[in-house]
């Protein structure tokens, strides 16, 4: 079975100042995806950055970067220069190659201070 | 871009009647996915379907059943609600070749079972 955990159930940073979020995960297969999903208040869930297994390189996307560690199965997402409309839940996600169906963590609740 | 299209966006039933909600993928989109997300929780799969045969099955109530249509858009029926049905469904599409891409979430529909 797969599973992810996140043990942070709320942060809080500063704008403009940098924060990571923390997800272990756990699965027995060798073919899988990482991602990281955002839901705002507005409830629509939203793809922040994702991962494929495979590749060593850790993802990027603009102020959002991964920090991947396949051996120890961990999976945390930084997020640089905060700003005001990055606070959400953030819900890290694993899908299995062949499976495809999302298993979500409890997610984490990010407040952005002013 | 087109996104993915939910309807509706909020519903009210009585306890015992049915629902049915519809799932409009974007273009192109093979897969479809339900995940149901109850009040401050995590998104919990439902069921899934790839070329309109149902690909994978998670925790769907026995009440619940699902399909997918020759033009690729998926209606989740649900049958003798309960109060704990009450919930946030999303519905979520991927292209071909999962293994290239992600799921991209609609905004949901909002079911309030009274």
């Known amino acids: 079975a797969q599973t992810v955990t996140q043990s942070q159930p709320e942060m809080s940073v500063q704008e403009a100042e940098t924060v990571t979020l923390s997800c272990t995960y756990d699965?027995?297969?060798?073919?899988?995806?990482l991602f990281w999903y955002k839901q705002p208040p507005s409830r629509q869930m939203i793809l922040v950055i994702r991962q494929e297994a495979y590749k060593q390189q850790n993802a990027t996307e603009n102020r959002f970067s991964v920090n991947f560690q396949k051996a120890a199965k961990s999976f945390s997402l930084k997020i640089s220069d905060s700003q005001l409309g990055d606070a959400a839940m953030y819900f890290c996600?694993?899908?299995?190659?062949?499976?495809?169906?999302?298993?979500f963590g409890k997610g984490t609740k990010l407040t952005v201070n002013p | 871009a087109a996104g993915v299209i939910q309807s509706p966006r909020h519903l009210i039933k009585e306890k015992r009647e049915t629902a049915t909600l519809k799932c409009y993928p974007i273009p192109r989109h093979d897969t479809v996915y339900w995940y149901q997300q109850g009040p401050g929780q995590d998104p919990q799969f439902l069921i899934s379907?790839?070329?309109?045969?149902?690909?994978d099955k998670g925790s769907i109530p026995d009440r619940f059943s699902a399909q997918q249509f020759s033009d690729y858009h998926s209606e989740l029926n649900m049958s003798s609600l309960e109060l704990g049905d009450s919930a946030l469904y999303f519905c979520a599409s991927s292209p071909p070749n999962f293994s290239q891409e992600t799921q991209y979430f609609g905004p949901g529909t909002r079911l309030l079972v009274l």
């Open positions: 996600t694993l899908a299995q190659g062949g499976s495809e169906k999302l298993v």
């Open positions: 379907f790839y070329e309109k045969m149902q690909s």
């Open positions: 699965t027995s297969e060798s073919d899988y995806y």
